[in-house]
């Protein structure tokens, strides 16, 4: 297989970013940071709901790994403390049998014989002596593997009401973050318009007053008004005269 000179330039462009990287003071740098960003990035991923379930999860899978684990130890060891229960109690049946044997051929002076059933006898008691040392190691085993089991399943229905509680809190912060009572606001702009707007009111205000005021002052104004004072005189006083006639 040919290898192109592209290839060998990729291979040695690789090497020397990964030599800058471990060896350069540069390089140590830039690997901090980057591992400093993705603690950073895990601790942020951990403070949300979705975060902490998925985080939460991965722990539950393990400890129910382990509780499966054990559990299949502790049913091995049952079935083993029952087999070798069964398998005394067939040896204690044996010996039982051979200890007949015995005396029968004893009875009979049949001393080869009562050799032979005596030396079974003495076979199956050593079996007995093992099997009986085997359980009660066993029985010993299976009863600490049941507190290890009753342990973990202790420590998996705890973690799962953390779980539970802790993505409860998480959204309930969320939601309260999100939903926080907030003062009346507006933006700068907004706040410019409406200023303009008070400004030319307060113009438009100031400008009737002042013309009102004009008019108010001026000396037409003020003859117009005279003239008709008079004018309203002279009729209440003709009216006067035509009140004192009929008297």
Known sequence: MKITFGAILLIVIVLLILLFLLRTKTGKRLRLRASGTAAEAITKDASTPEGAKAYYNVAIEKKENDLAQANTIYSQMLGKIANYEDQLRGYKKDLMKAEINVNSCVEKNNDEGAKVYLKEQQDLEEKVAIIKDALTGLKE???????????????????????????????????????????????????????????????????????????????????????????????????????????
């Open 141 to 247: 085993n299976a009863k600490l593997q049941e507190e290890t089991v009753n342990t973990i399943k202790t420590q998996l229905s705890d973690l799962k009401a953390e779980k539970d509680n802790a993505i409860l809190t998480l959204e309930t912060a969320q939601v309260t973050k999100s939903l926080q009572a907030t003062p009346g606001m507006s933006s700068l702009e907004e706040d410019k318009m409406l200023e303009k707007v008070r400004d030319g009111v307060k113009k438009q205000k100031e400008a009737a007053d002042g013309t009102k005021i004009a008019y108010e002052n001026s000396a037409s104004v003020q003859k117009q008004r005279l003239d008709q004072k008079i004018k309203d005189e002279e009729i209440e006083k003709k009216l006067a005269e035509l009140k004192a006639r009929k008297k």
